[in-house]
């Protein structure tokens, strides 16, 4: 038996949202503020802490509206006009188990199907409400006046001092076939109120099959003692307090404890003996019916249980120092705390034999606070362990949920426990839906989704955290990124930006994920052209002649050996939808066996080659089999921005927008011509052509000219593509050179300064433009008279 699955209503940002539950351990991930911790709270304050009352702020802004109109209105409402807060809890059950859940069943004809049960902060009587709220109303109103409203302005105000008061809290039956695939009530029917007819009332009921425990991030642990903060001794002395085995049953700690009891007092007596006589010798005291003083020892096992203290030891040896624990670092005192509070709720659970709820579900709320990545790991690997014990089997059952931050805990347990909160905003109003990554692990290609998981835990992506991603050509991109953002789109240091470095050879194989996710994403890529099939490399440009080597165009753009290359030609359809997410080299049937004897018909791989060239195509296979899904070199330059950027829409793509280079007017010695780079490095240079050329920036390498300075644009350029291209460009020593010089001299390339001024259109809210200020009144110079002569 284990909770399938939760639906939250109205609740903060959790509109209407469904929540799968791993079976062992769900995480739930997101960007700050996206219900989170929202979805956690609400499961405890419904079946944890009772004491905790509902606010009206607890309700989904849109709800505001809704009771407020329905206080201004004359009509009578019906209850189900008011809105409520609602938690439906599906519950996954055996039919061994189907014993302990007899109150939820439907019916009789029970066929296997979910168990649901429903909670609902609601109105109690919609009547009571509305005539209450009115006499309220009516007497603010007899003491306004134009520059005042007493309380209550509206039913939102009212609610916001007696919500508590109106509203409570019912539980009904769910039936599963009243509801469809994705667990929406249909019409028309109503639940059956649970607890009517038992002598229990729903809430004693649910807590019956279902206990929740909540380790808050705010642990209050510290290297201080003041305030709020707390040591791990007092925490281990409650533990012991609550589950440990007590002493009285322990005739060997007992008799310990007699012993010391008794030397203690001998001790005692001796050492105040002589004031003991010195009260004695006061004059009447003691008197015959005075009892006579006595100093005795007084020990057990809870007073030496609260002195105990835990130390930390700097040797095995067993008489070596040994440190108080305040005086270890904040990560392991916090992972210390979190094992402890674990293993106390667990041993509270366990120990309550006669009324232990068959499920207990524990939450967790940040554990990776403090504590350094290695931890984190080892923490989401083995918190499982911890709650295991002998005792427990099929019939009571653990489950864990973790909200975090941290891609160190998520990627540990790879895409199938994740849960993805994805902030949203419908008609103003901010709402959240979640996705289970369980659901893309199973609807992706093995291939594509191994890759994934594998490249995002080895590099550690914080795609999940983020309000956006931007994927990027390499580690050029990656370390000039920051700077060019804050010249070209400064408003976006104030998002949490995701740089995931990719190239073209596999950006677009996150295409499937970026759109699951609904992530808002700037591609920024080379165009990383290469030679047509049908010309041979010399004829079309002398460059091609004086290559070392053909470049793998299609497997990697970047690589080119010692020698020329021959591979089976692969060229990706343009237009090819079913292969998105597909390895371009993996579309040959890899468990089919050359041919003995026989030659395979083979093609020299198409080298580098200008952007320029007559016909010339791109190898990327972002640009061909993603955005703007083209080939050739002259359409990529006409694409237009609607052309470059895919829509989010109701399918499920989203918003994605890929920029590459594109033809600049560059001006070099008075010569003017339109060119555009084959990669960022050239594009670079040519934007900035004379700057780069001048010999204060020879570290950059990319100054092709000599002090005689004779070369034309043509040339210029022609040099700047070899050195780039062909010869052992060192890309990173070039970024890191750029990153020393002075930020103000310099431009970004335009491809780049484009894409993020889109991006930043797209994701920051910027205030709105100051209003223009009127002209001034048009100046009447009277024309001076012309002196007589």
């Known amino acids: 038996m284990h909770l399938k699955s939760i639906t939250v209503q109205n609740f903060r940002r959790l509109k209407n949202c469904n929540i799968d539950l791993n079976l062992e351990k769900s995480i739930f991930v997101g960007a700050n503020n996206s219900g989170k911790t929202s979805a956690t709270h609400l499961l405890y304050r419904f079946l944890g802490d009772t004491k905790s009352k509902f606010t009206i702020h607890d309700f989904s802004s849109d709800c505001w509206a809704i009771f407020d109109a329905i206080g201004n209105s004359a009509d009578e409402p019906a209850i189900d006009d008011i809105p409520k807060i609602t938690l439906d809890l599906w519950f996954d059950v055996s039919a061994t188990d189907l014993h302990r859940v007899l109150d939820l069943l ?75 695939a994705q667990l ?188 350094h990545a290695q931890l984190q790991q080892v923490f989401i690997k083995q918190i499982q362990k911890v709650i295991m014990s002998s005792e427990e089997t099929n019939a009571f059952v653990s489950q864990l949920i973790i909200t975090t931050h941290s891609p160190h805990i998520i990627y540990e ?65 990656r370390l000039l990124l920051p700077l060019m953002i804050q010249k070209s789109a400064p408003d976006l240091n104030t998002c949490y930006i995701s740089v995931i470095e990719v190239g073209g050879a596999f950006a677009h194989i996150f295409k499937s994920l970026i759109n699951f996710l609904g992530l808002t994403t700037l591609i920024i890529t080379d165009i990383d052209s290469i030679y047509p099939v049908s010309s041979p490399l010399a004829e079309i440009h002398p460059a091609g002649a004086e290559q070392k080597a053909a470049e793998k165009a299609v497997i990697d753009p970047e690589v080119a050996g010692d020698e020329p290359v021959v591979v089976k030609e692969v060229i990706a359809a343009p237009n090819d939808d079913d ?105 670079f240079a040519l934007e900035n052509l004379a700057w780069t050329q001048n010999i204060l920036r020879k570290k950059l390498r990319l100054r092709v000219i000599t002090n005689a300075n004779n070369r034309t644009l043509t040339e210029v350029r022609e040099r700047l593509f070899e050195r780039i291209n062909i010869s052992d460009f060192n890309k990173t020593d070039f970024a890191l050179a750029l990153m020393m010089e002075n930020l103000a001299d310099w431009n970004v390339p335009e491809y780049i300064d484009t894409g993020l001024k889109w991006l930043q259109r797209s994701i920051v809210k910027l205030p709105p433009p100051a209003p223009l200020s009127p002209p001034p009144a048009e100046l009447v110079v009277e024309p001076k008279p012309v002196p007589a002569e």
């Open 579 to 683: 292969d998105d997410d597909d390895f371009d080299y993996e579309e040959e049937n890899e468990d089919e066996d050359e041919p003995v004897g026989e030659e395979v018909a083979e093609k020299p791989l198409r080298g580098k080659c200008p952007s320029q060239i007559e016909a010339c195509i791109t190898s990327n296979q972002t640009l061909i089999k993603w955005l703007p899904k083209l080939q050739l070199v002259s359409e990529l330059f006409a694409a237009n921005e609607q052309k470059r950027t895919q829509l989010a829409d109701e399918k499920g793509n989203a918003l994605v927008h890929v920029c590459y280079q594109s033809q600049q007017s560059v001006t070099w010695e008075g010569e003017t011509a339109e060119c555009a780079g084959r990669t960022i490095e050239e594009s």
């Open 413 to 477: 347990s790879g895409f199938e426990p994740i849960r993805y909160f994805r902030r949203e905003t419908a008609n103003t109003h901010q709402t959240t839906k979640i996705l289970n990554l369980s659901t893309f692990y199973d609807n992706s290609k093995p291939k594509t989704r191994d890759f994934l998981q594998q490249y995002m835990k080895l590099t550690h992506c914080d795609l999940f955290f983020a309000d956006a991603a931007i994927l990027v050509e390499g580690n050029v991109e």
């Open 184 to 371: 929406n009530q249909v019409a028309g029917y109503t639940p059956l109120e649970l607890g009517n007819e038992t002598d229990r009332n729903g809430g004693k009921i649910l807590k019956s099959i279902i206990k929740v425990d909540v380790l808050n991030a705010q642990r209050h642990l510290s290297d201080y003692t003041l305030g709020r903060s707390e040591d791990l001794s007092k925490r281990i002395n409650k533990f012991y307090e609550r589950n440990l085995r007590q002493k009285e049953d322990n005739f060997e700690a007992l008799r310990a404890l007699d012993n010391s009891e008794k030397e203690l007092t001998a001790h005692l007596s001796e050492v105040f003996e002589p004031t003991l006589q010195s009260l004695n010798n006061l004059a009447g005291y003691p008197g015959f019916q005075d009892p006579k003083l006595l100093i005795k020892a007084a020990l057990n096992s809870e007073n030496i249980a609260a002195q105990t203290k835990l130390h930390y030891s700097l040797s095995d040896e067993p008489d070596s120092l040994a440190l108080p624990d305040q005086y270890n670092g904040l990560g392991f005192k916090n992972l210390i705390f979190m094992v402890i509070e674990i293993l106390d709720f667990h041993a509270r659970w366990m120990d309550d034999k006669e009324n232990r709820a068959p499920l207990h579900l524990i939450i967790i709320e940040e554990p990776e606070v403090h504590l």
């Open 106 to 180: 439907p019916s009789l004809d029970w066929e296997e199907t979910p168990i649901g049960a429903r909670i609902e902060f609601c109105v109690k009587d919609v009547v009571i409400l509305i005539s209450n709220y009115r006499a309220a109303k009516a007497t603010a109103v007899a003491k306004s006046d134009e520059n005042y409203h007493p309380w209550p302005k509206s039913l939102t105000d009212y609610l916001l001092r007696n919500i508590n008061e109106e509203f409570g809290i019912k539980y009904f039956v769910l039936d599963h076939t009243q509801f469809d």
